[in-house]
């Protein structure tokens, strides 16, 4: 199993109370799943903890079984586990590593220190330009780049690690919807190619529903609901961010005035729209 979480509470260094937990989890066979939730919900600790980043950089108590490939969190040297799992946080500037002077040096970072032969750092470094449309960033000073641009290399720097568990907390907080779903859709090309699992951690409905069939919610570190998109729905609704089109499904279907599947993007909420326009 890709992920395995069985009654798992987190309890920080210093804290009494958990900060998450106690939250099982099983992942479906598709290659995207949301994690939603609102601020402070527990998001960005669960994606640190199946980055590993526990117990060296995320101190405190952990209990219940919390594997990644099969094996306990934590045990797994470091090289192994960058190689496999890749986590992209909020704050693209935070995570270059300040130490490299093009964005092409910084791609070649990770798969250099995994002692790569330079044929295949030089095909790796390629290959995620192209995965994130950023051909053209390839000479530039990471310290140069824009919020966005730098969102892209710091994706583009997760890719060439090839890795099989992606975790994108807010990852795309600075791109337009457009650059997004472009990137999204390279990530699913992405996903099937090389069997890898991505995991989104999301405070807005949109674009996640459209690519993820199945959904987690969290409040207060808690799991909520986890199922299809229309079955968190109404429970998501009273956590995170949505368009008003959605806000207004909410109401309806509340009211049991929706008749269908919630709609997972804006063509299928124009679809939706139509058939019931049809119906009335
Ligand atoms: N190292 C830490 N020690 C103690 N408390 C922490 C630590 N990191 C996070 N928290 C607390 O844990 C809770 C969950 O935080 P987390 O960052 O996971 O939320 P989130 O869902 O990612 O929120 P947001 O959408 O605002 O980024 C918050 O109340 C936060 O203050």
Known sequence: MVVTLKD???TSRGEEEPLLGPLNLTLPDDPFFVIYGGNGSGKSILAQLLAGWFP??????????LQIFD???????????????????????L?????????????????????????EILKRIDEALDSTHSQHLRTRHPSTLSGGEAQRIVLACALAMRPKLLLLDEAFSRLTPKATAQLLSELRNYAVRHNCKVILFERAF?????????????????????????QIFPLAMTQINAPDAWQVIHLLSTHHAWPG????????????????????
Request: aromatic fraction near 4%.
């Open 261 to 280: 599947e919630i709609p997972r993007s804006e063509n299928e909420l124009i679809c939706a729209f139509k058939d019931l326009h049809a119906n009335l």
């Open 8 to 10: 798992v509470i987190f």
């Open 56 to 65: 060296e950089h995320l101190t405190g108590t952990l209990s219940g079984t």
């Open 71 to 93: 094996e306990d969190i934590g045990q797994a040297p470091l090289s192994t586990q960058a190689a496999q799992i890749q986590l992209i946080q909020q704050s693209p500037q």
């Open 206 to 230: 949109l674009p996640a529903a459209k690519y993820c069939s199945q959904a987690l919610v969290l409040k207060q570190g808690q799991p909520m609901i986890q199922g299809s998109i229309s």
């Open 95 to 119: 995570q270059l590593s300040g130490c490299t002077f093009s964005v092409e040096e910084e791609i070649a970072f990770g798969p250099e220190n995994l002692a790569l032969p330079p044929d």
